[in-house]
């Protein structure tokens, strides 16, 4: 597993090789990066990420339609779980430390995206 955190350790080759692309737009004096990535069942992915705000934007398109648009703020890294098949992951903070926030995405063979919230306290019995 690779970390790559947004604003200290920005690796846009890493992320060349994530995506298998190159960025779709650049705005490096902004901080901008945005990569665009379409699999076999005409499913979209475009993902933008602004290293100098911590912000992560998401839309999914399914036959060119826009059927999901998920924005992320306050992300400090994240995480390359998988080149090959492009597995990576990112953590939404809280204030509340006992709540945590994931997002996955997988990006091949197919493209998929999973955002799951889960308390991290002990059960009470």
């Known amino acids: 597993m690779e970390t790559i955190k947004l604003q200290s350790d920005w690796d846009s080759l890493a992320l060349i090789e994530l995506f298998c692309t190159e960025p779709q ?11 665009e ?14 290293t100098i705000t911590e912000s992560i934007q998401i839309e999914l398109k399914l036959a060119g ?13 994240i995480e390359i779980i998988d080149y090959h098949q492009g597995k990576f992951s990112f953590i939404v ?3 509340n430390q006992a709540i945590k926030t994931v997002i996955n995405i997988e990006l091949r ?8 919230t889960l308390s991290l306290s002990p059960q009470k019995n």
């Open 25 to 35: 737009t650049v705005r490096a004096q902004d901080g901008y990066w945005c990569y």
């Open 37 to 50: 990535v379409t699999d076999t069942s005409d499913t979209t992915l475009k993902f933008g990420v602004n």
């Open 65 to 77: 339609e826009s059927k999901a648009i998920l924005s992320f703020e306050l992300i400090e890294s």
């Open 93 to 95: 903070p809280r204030d």
């Open 109 to 116: 063979p197919k493209i998929q995206v999973h955002c799951s």
